[in-house]
């Protein structure tokens, strides 16, 4: 699979966890148990921040770069790295209500 692929794949499950955040959130449910406090920490400290350390490295060894391999990269990345600090400001005001 290509680096793309996988992009767009990771992108995709970040969009659908950014929805299911919101839609059980405003429904004030937990049918899925995504807002668990358990599972808001585990997805939080073994997906996102994961996630957000690799892809701030990425973006920060492309801004070195002026190619336009390193371009593609970078736009590439900037939806996915929108909506990953999107999904990551969600969770923190869960843990923060929580708490």
Not at 13 to 20: G, P, T
Not at 74 to 85: D, F, H, I, R, W
Not at 86 to 93: A, K, S, T
């Amino acid at each position: 699979m290509s680096s793309l692929g996988i992009k767009l794949q990771v992108l995709s499950a970040l969009n659908l966890y950014r929805f299911v955040l919101i839609t059980e959130s405003t429904g004030n449910t937990n049918y899925t148990g995504v807002l668990s406090e358990k599972n808001l920490q585990k997805a939080y400290n073994e997906w996102l921040l994961p996630l957000r350390t690799l892809v701030t490295g990425i973006v920060a060894a492309n801004q070195k770069d002026y190619n336009q391999l390193a371009l593609d990269t970078q736009c590439a990345l900037n939806p996915l790295e929108l909506v990953l600090y999107r999904c990551i400001e969600l969770v923190e005001e869960k843990l923060k209500r929580a708490a």
